[in-house]
């Protein structure tokens, strides 16, 4: 059994130890997912999709999409008065809120707008469910403020 002295001596260095960690995680990561704050002068939110997955229950197909595929699946959030409306799906209001690292808009269950900063990019994932198929996007989002 190791000594007192010992035993203060080891829980001394893990202490340095941890502190160091901390100390050197304070310059974040930048391809560690972090949290998006959408400030209160947004206006829109503008999201070009890179990938789409489309699932059912027989089959999930995945596609690299073109620039005019990119364009016509192109996903806008507009922002009024604080209140956040989905309008590339018809004007559907959205909930925001947030987890973690993710922040979410959010209209119905299984149907939303995931957002989270990536190597100083804003990437999101938008899910639509339809029924007994979803359809999901992946892109990167741009926020326009004071328009």
Known sequence: MPSRSSR?????????????????????????????????????LEGIPTVRI????????RRVLSVADAAKDRLTVTVVDG???WRSRGDRPLRLSSTGAFTYLSSE??????????????????????????????GEMRIVVGR
């Open 109 to 138: 269950p299984g149907t939303y707008i995931k957002i989270t900063r990536v190597n100083n990019r804003i990437s999101y994932v938008e899910h639509v469910d339809l029924g007994f198929e979803s359809v999901t996007w992946w």
């Open 8 to 44: 203060v001596v080891g829980i001394a260095i893990v202490c340095l130890a941890l502190s160091a960690t901390r100390s050197a995680g304070q310059g974040q990561d930048p391809a560690v997912p972090q949290k998006v704050e959408i400030p209160p002068t947004a206006t829109v």
């Open 54 to 61: 489309d699932s059912t229950e027989a089959d999930t197909t």
């Open 83 to 85: 209140r956040f409306y």
